[in-house]
């Protein structure tokens, strides 16, 4: 645990060294939920009828959505971008020669993107609050379970890619691209029955999508878990599929790289 | 050594570093990817440890010197298990680097040559309180020994500066000093006195013969190119050339083996190296 705290310290020194950056960050959330608001102003009723499951407000749906898209963002593309920065700036070497499994390293190397992330998500329910979203009949049992299926699920997506980045060295523009797709065709930023069939059927096989609803429904809807369970098994599902399969995908690749001598520059 | 399960009683430890048979090779492409598509035979590029036998007794320090590409670093990093050798086997106070790897780094202090592993945006101090706390230190553990590796290799006044603004020659000090804050009782040194100027290289010399080996009974593997470091301070040395070991022994045994008793090691690794 001392380990964990002390990579999660060393991140955020780092992150806040860019002052500017890092308030950048916060401004741009605060931008985003502002551009919603007033998008959502917008539309109006005119989607009403695909949003009536959630209440019917536009601005409190995307918001739901910006907030999981953010911290799931978090969980798969903060540990690709924390794995290849070490791997390109050569620190990977002296931390791999450290008492410490590789794998708790790889783990701990996300571990402060995780925690900014549900900071992030933390400010854009309060700036979403600011601007009239209403959570007075959220459940949050059933948000703090949908939460926690959702970060192991897409902490698995993130140590699978974090495998290949380990494999192919770079990779990080083509998983961003892929995981804003998910957020798109999961429903992030309107419901997935906007789409045609094809893509509904799609957004069916990914984990987002249940992450979304689920949210919303235990947000805005005050869903109990009982009343979410078909969700909750999906994502569970994914869960148990996912995480240890990308450990043993992490696995594979660390000794891969260790075999080939690539897990850090020759 | 049983399946790599550590010390088993006085031989081993007698030997803290033992290197058997390792071979190890680097090639062109990904060898699953091609071997399972194409069935096309892989193109070998370097030989980097060609059946290396190796031990290193408690308490010495063997000198490694070769060209560049002998293999040097790469035997190193086997050693601090980073990467995994092709076959044989090399171990660590008796731990096995590939079957006990974990159990392997708790033993190894490591200095890389390569000085630009370090996080810039840290100050040096937050730098080694860093590794200092991957390393179990207490916070007053840390603190005395960041005072004192400070003292050593005078970082005092580099230790709060911002990493990024430090010479090459104060970076690598900061990696003699990571190198060196768990204490370890085996040291594998890469080109430690790399960039620094000829004081300060003399004084790290004299601080890792008579401290660390003398004193601390350290066993320290230094692979190094300035022959002149090598032959000053090392009870052993080895000569390694395109993955194979030419030589091993003491400065005497080495002339003798190179058939001129007054050689020096210039004129000894000449010898092997064009044999």
Known sequence: ?266 | MRNGQGPIGKELMEYPIQISHLNKNFYSKPPWCLSAIFSLPLKKIITACDGINLTIRQGKLLGLVGPNGSGKTTLIRILATIILPDSGSASINGFDVVKKGLEARRHIGLVTGENKNFYIRLTGRQNLEFYAALYNLSKAQMKEKIKYLANVFELSEYLDNMFQENSQGVRQRFALARGLLNDAPVLLLDEPTKNLDPQMAQRVRTFIREELVKKRNKTVLMASHFLEEVSDISDEIAILDRGRLKAQGTLESLRRQAGDPSADLKEIYDFFIAT
């Open chain 1, 1 to 266: 645990m001392r380990k964990i705290f002390s990579f999660i310290k060393r991140d955020f020194l780092i992150d806040t060294s860019y002052t500017i950056s890092f308030c950048i960050r916060w401004v741009g959330i605060a931008i985003s939920v502002f551009m919603f608001y007033y998008l959502s102003g917008l539309i109006g009723g005119k989607g009403e009828g695909y949003l009536l499951k959630y209440g019917g407000n536009y601005f409190s749906f995307v918001l739901i959505g910006l907030v999981a898209a953010s911290y799931l963002d978090s969980a798969v593309n903060g540990l690709i971008n924390s794995v290849s920065r070490e791997h390109w700036s050569g620190t990977l070497e002296p931390l791999l020669a450290v008492p410490m499994k590789t794998m708790g390293i790889i783990f701990s190397l996300g571990a402060y993107n995780l925690m900014m992330g549900f900071l992030a998500a933390g400010f854009f329910l309060f700036l979403g609050a600011i601007f009239g979203a209403d959570f007075s009949s959220a459940n949050l049992l059933s948000v703090l379970v949908i939460g926690l299926l959702a970060t192991v699920s897409f902490l698995s997506v993130g140590i699978g890619a974090a495998a290949c980045i380990i494999i192919l060295k770079k990779g990080d523009p083509l998983a961003g691209t892929l995981t804003n797709l998910m957020w798109l065709l999961g429903g992030a930023y309107f419901p997935v029955t906007v789409f045609p069939q094809p893509l509904q059927k799609l957004a069916m096989f990914l984990p987002s999508t249940y992450v979304f609803e689920g949210l919303r429904l235990a947000f805005l809807k005050g869903y109990s878990i009982g009343m979410l369970q078909d969700i909750l098994v999906v994502l569970a599902g994914f869960a148990v599929l996912l995480f240890p399969l990308s450990l043993f995908v992490l696995k594979k690749a660390i000794r891969y790289t260790k075999k080939r001598g690539t897990i850090v520059f020759a």
